[in-house]
Nanobody, 122 residues
């Protein structure tokens, strides 16, 4: 089985920074496309940033220029560097990744982490 474990959330003042990590563990052949999503109370989950296995990134307009997604393929880990945080960034942040389990099949399966809370408040 595969697990995604997020860490790095917390309480930060407006203008501050946080770095989220998402580490995949288990029976992994390859760690492919990954992304960060967030869900604020009473709102739908939304895409924050995604990154392909080759490193191509995509960002929500609301975070462009402030957030940076990156990955370490050797560690099966994806990161989200969040700078210039705003109160509207407050949400539970979730990691999602497509993981290929075996060399015998090209199919990748999507997994979600349990979420980490980010609160931006003075």
């Amino acid at each position: 089985q595969v697990q995604l474990v997020e860490s790095g959330g917390g309480l930060v003042q407006p203008g501050g920074s946080l770095r989220l990590s998402c580490a995949a563990s288990g029976s992994i052949f390859s760690f492919n496309a990954a992304g960060w999503y967030r869900q604020a109370p009473g709102k739908q989950r939304e895409m924050v940033a995604t990154i392909t296995s080759g490193g191509t990134t995509n960002y929500a307009d609301s975070v462009k220029g402030r957030f940076t997604i990156s990955r370490d393929n050797a560690k099966n880990t994806v990161y989200l560097q969040m700078n210039s945080l705003k109160p509207e960034d407050t949400a539970a942040y979730y990691c999602n990744a497509a993981v290929r389990l075996s060399a015998l099949t090209p199919i990748s399966y999507a997994y979600w982490g349990q979420g980490t809370q980010v609160t931006v408040s003075s």
